[in-house]
């Protein structure tokens, strides 16, 4: 299983971007998808995730309002639509995937995760 994450690129303050997620392989529906960050310096952080099992989405606080994770289970695709960005928001972004269901409250946690993509990476610069 591969998770191939495009999309990233150099956007000034208060733009956007969408970043998608395919995932290829062997047949694969995971339950629970998502986005982790990395920004220079600093730790893997959360940022979003969706279950196909329903009770998300679930958002970082500094996501809330501003990005928005949606999915198209048919093709096991998974889409970060993000608004306004800001300088802060500069990091690598890392697709994410679960193929069982996991309680809400892991959803934050990395080492659930079982397959991680390659990131693409996201400069947000005037």
């Known amino acids: 299983v591969q998770l191939q994450a495009s999309g990233g690129g150099l956007v000034q303050p208060g733009g956007s971007l969408r970043l998608s997620c395919e995932t290829s392989?062997?047949?694969?529906?995971?339950?629970?998808m998502g986005w982790f960050r990395q920004a220079p310096g600093k730790e893997r952080e959360f940022v979003t995730a969706t279950s196909s099992g329903g009770g998300g989405p679930r958002y970082a606080d500094f996501a809330k309002g501003r990005f928005a994770i949606s999915r198209d289970k048919a093709r096991n695709t998974v889409y970060l639509q993000m608004n306004n960005l800001k300088p802060e928001d500069t990091a690598v972004y890392y697709c994410?995937?679960?193929?069982?269901?996991?309680?809400?409250?892991?959803?934050?946690?990395?080492?659930?995760?079982?397959?991680w993509g390659k990131g693409t990476l996201v400069i947000v610069s005037s």
């Open positions: 392989g062997r047949t694969f529906s995971p339950d629970l």
């Open positions: 994410t995937a679960r193929g069982r269901r996991i309680v809400f409250s892991s959803w934050s946690d990395p080492d659930v995760m079982e397959y």
